[in-house]
């Protein structure tokens, strides 16, 4: 079992930025890949980004590319989400997801862990 503890929400303008945290309990957190995901209500979990287990390889959603990233410090048992030019369509609950293999998916039920999320509100 692997608790995920996200952190960082929080509200800001449109066009600033915001850095979440997700820290794992698990010290072999390099056992996974880890991927970001966000929601609204009534909307399904949208994948924004995913990191291998190595760090060596990201992936992100179309909507955030170029404006996300995604990186890993494996001795801190920690993932991070940079969240840079925020827009008010970035508002939802962010959580952060552990999956038990080397690549990162982006169907939030290939994985096995969740954390119980972060609300990040973007005003225009």
């Known amino acids: 079992q692997v608790l995920l503890v996200e952190s960082g929400g929080g509200l800001v303008q449109a066009g600033g930025s915001l850095r979440l945290s997700c820290a794992a309990s698990?010290?072999?957190?390099?056992?996974?890949?880890m991927g970001w995901f966000r929601q609204n209500l009534g909307k399904e979990r949208e994948f924004i980004a995913g990191i291998t287990r190595s760090g060596g390889t990201t992936y992100y959603a179309d909507s955030v590319k170029g404006r996300f990233t995604i990186s890993r410090d494996n001795a801190k048992n920690t993932v991070y989400l940079q969240m840079n030019s925020l827009k008010p369509e970035d508002t939802a609950v962010y959580y952060c997801a552990a999956k038990q293999t080397i690549l990162a998916g982006r169907a939030a039920g290939q994985y096995d862990y969740w954390g119980q999320g972060t609300q990040v509100t973007v005003s225009s």
């Open positions: 698990d010290r072999t957190i390099s056992s996974y890949a």
